[in-house]
């Protein structure tokens, strides 16, 4: 299923003052690699990453050349320093990566996402992620309408307070 490539990021390192550079004809992760915990790993999600990289890289339509930061899996949870890469997250992640994919490749929308419309959707994730990672939350099917009462309810209150930790815009929490 993946390239001939097998180390992580191969041929995409980031030179000084330039951009990664997009793996040549990589198989980008379908529908049914995504059932697959092992086809998932070694799969691809942009020509500029992989599933297993600690940020996801999409195309910018209007610079085909170029890519956009669109997802951030490594990011720090909490002020104790952990971070969302830890294994002790690993199947909230994978299921985080699972609808941030499948927003970019198979929505079901009329269009793809943008790459932006990406990045500002997984600074939301992010948000709330943490929230739901604070509150005791270890898996999305745990969740309830009382729960997401409780994360509006947290929502409001935090950015009444100007908390301004995150940069939270109308598209990153619609």
């Known amino acids: 299923m993946s390239p001939a490539r097998s180390s992580r990021g191969a041929g995409r390192?980031?030179?000084?003052?330039?951009?990664?550079?997009?793996?040549n004809a990589?198989?980008?992760l379908t529908i049914q690699d995504l059932n697959?915990?092992?086809?998932?790993q070694n799969g691809w999600v942009s020509p500029w990453s992989r599933w297993t990289?600690?940020?996801?890289?999409?195309?910018d339509a209007a610079r085909p050349d170029r890519h956009q930061a669109a997802a951030v899996w490594d990011f720090q949870i909490h002020v104790d320093g952990r971070k969302f890469d830890e294994p002790?997250?690993?199947?909230?992640?994978?299921?985080?990566?699972?609808?941030?994919?499948?927003l970019h490749r198979f929505p079901s929308l009329r269009q793809k996402l943008k790459a932006q419309s990406i990045h500002e959707i997984s600074i939301g994730i992010r948000y709330f992620l943490r929230w739901m990672i604070a509150s005791g939350w270890m898996?999305?099917?745990q969740l309830d309408n009382e729960a997401l009462t409780d994360f509006e309810n947290?929502?409001?209150?935090?950015?009444?307070?100007?908390?301004?930790?995150?940069?939270?815009?109308?598209?990153?929490?619609?």
């Open 139 to 141: 898996y999305l099917n």
């Open 53 to 59: 990289d600690p940020t996801w890289y999409f195309v």
């Open 36 to 40: 697959s915990y092992e086809d998932r």
């Open 154 to 174: 947290f929502l409001i209150e935090d950015k009444t307070n100007e908390d301004l930790d995150d940069v939270l815009s109308s598209s990153s929490i619609a």
């Open 26 to 28: 990589v198989h980008l």
């Open 88 to 102: 002790e997250f690993e199947e909230l992640r994978e299921s985080s990566k699972i609808v941030i994919y499948c």
């Open 13 to 23: 390192g980031k030179p000084s003052g330039s951009h990664p550079q997009p793996a």
